[in-house]
Nanobody, 123 residues
Framework: QVQLVESGGGLVQAGGSLRLSCAASGGTFSMYAMGWFRQAPGKEREFVAAISWSADTYYADSVKGRFTISRDNAKNTVYLQMNSLKPEDTAVYYC?????????????????WGQGTQVTVSS
């Protein structure tokens, strides 16, 4: 069973930066596509970024140019570097792992999810 644990969330002022981490255990991390999603209060979960096992990346338009997803297979960890944060980035951020297949924006195609980490951006 794969377990995912996010960390790095917190409170930051608009224009600031945070780096989220997602540590994986119990599986073959290097072969998984990984994704970050977020859910704001009263809103549906939305795709943020994804990275394939070969480090191809894809971003939601709302974060393109501000967020960077990366992975360190030696540490079984995926990161989300978030710069130029805006109040509308406030949400619980979740990482997800997909056992097979390439990167995808569809949450239902991921097999494992973390518990989430809160990101709050003040104006």
């Amino acid at each position: 069973q794969v377990q995912l644990v996010e960390s790095g969330g917190g409170l930051v002022q608009a224009g600031g930066s945070l780096r989220l981490s997602c540590a994986a255990s119990g599986g073959t991390f290097s072969m998984y596509a990984m994704g970050w999603f977020r859910q704001a209060p009263g809103k549906e979960r939305e795709f943020v970024a994804a990275i394939s096992w070969s480090a191809d990346t894809y971003y939601a338009d709302s974060v393109k140019g501000r967020f960077t997803i990366s992975r360190d297979n030696a540490k079984n960890t995926v990161y989300l570097q978030m710069n130029s944060l805006k109040p509308e980035d406030t949400a619980v951020y979740y990482c997800a792992a997909r056992r097979y297949g390439g990167l995808t924006v569809r949450g239902y195609e991921y097999h494992y999810w973390g518990q989430g980490t809160q990101v709050t951006v003040s104006s």
